[in-house]
């Protein structure tokens, strides 16, 4: 059974930074793709940035620059370090992990909320 648990959201000012955590636990996280997602209200889940076990990282063209996903295998935690946070950034935040034998997102966590205020 997997189990992610996020932390470190809350509200910040346009142009400060804010760092999320997430700490997972379960036999199948080291041979995972884990990554963030985030949904604002009113609109679609989006995929914001994954990391795999072996170091590789992704980005949606919208925080590239901006954020950056670190991942700790030993840890089997994975964070998201956001700069330059925009108004736009404000959603709920979660951590997901994905099977590498599966096209799917299938564990979530309860997610965090990131509010950015202009």
């Known amino acids: 059974q997997v189990q992610l648990v996020e932390s470190g959201g809350g509200l910040v000012q346009a142009g400060e930074s804010l760092r999320l955590s997430c700490a997972a636990s379960?036999?199948?996280?080291?041979?995972?793709?884990m990554g963030w997602h985030r949904q604002a209200p009113g609109k679609q889940r989006e995929l914001v940035a994954t990391?795999?076990?072996?170091?590789?990282?992704n980005y949606a063209d919208s925080v590239k620059g901006r954020f950056t996903i670190s991942r700790n295998n030993a840890k089997n935690t994975v964070d998201l370090q956001m700069n330059s946070l925009k108004p736009e950034d404000t959603a709920v935040y979660y951590c997901?992990?994905?099977?590498?034998?599966?096209?799917?997102?299938?564990?979530w966590g309860q997610g965090t909320q990131v509010t950015v205020s202009s």
């Open positions: 990391a795999n076990s072996g170091g590789a990282t």
């Open positions: 997901a992990l994905r099977p590498i034998w599966g096209a799917r997102w299938e564990y």
């Open positions: 379960g036999s199948i996280v080291s041979i995972s793709v």
